[in-house]
């Protein structure tokens, strides 16, 4: 079995996109794709696609922040913007080689260090980035109010 972390590109853009659909369900496809087209097209952003045969497996984006990142103490700070493996593939690996290859490029690009979130909610987002040596900064729960 061969496995690959690719650089992707607009040939690959529907297979991020479904992808992605799959880690944000409230995302439509039009606007999933109109996003990734600029991405794909920005210097500080860079998404991976991981290739097993010929089936894609998981992606990661990573962007370049120059605003404030929670918790960092340089900037630019790479961040991880979003990580999907579908779930035939994982516990193989596969996100903790694409979060090594986005590292690598956050490095490459002048960062020192790289950041990430999750939902409050997501237990299994949580344990994987504990899991992978990265350290709870703070939590914070947002509000929004209309204003009449």
């Not at 690959?4 to 794709?33: C, F, R, Y």
């Not at 579908?86 to 950041?115: M, P, Q, T």
Request: negative net charge.
């Amino acid at each position: 079995m061969k496995n690959e972390i690719l650089t992707s590109n607009i040939e690959n853009l529907d297979h991020i996109v479904d992808m992605a659909l799959q880690l944000w369900p409230d995302n439509t496809e039009e606007g999933l794709k109109e996003e990734f087209i600029e991405k794909l097209k920005s210097e500080k952003d860079q998404i991976f696609l991981y290739r097993i045969e010929n089936e894609f497996a998981g992606f990661i984006h990573v962007a370049i922040r120059t605003d404030y990142v929670e918790g960092a103490g340089s900037s630019p700070t790479g961040f991880i913007e979003g990580i999907f493996v579908k779930e035939e593939f994982r516990d193989k690996g596969i996100a903790r080689d694409l979060v090594k290859k986005g590292e690598l490029w956050a490095k490459s690009k002048g960062c020192r260090e790289i950041g990430s979130d999750v939902e409050f909610h997501n237990k299994e987002s949580y344990n994987f980035h504990k899991k992978i040596g990265y350290t709870e900064v703070n939590r914070i729960i947002c509000f929004l109010k209309t204003i009449k």
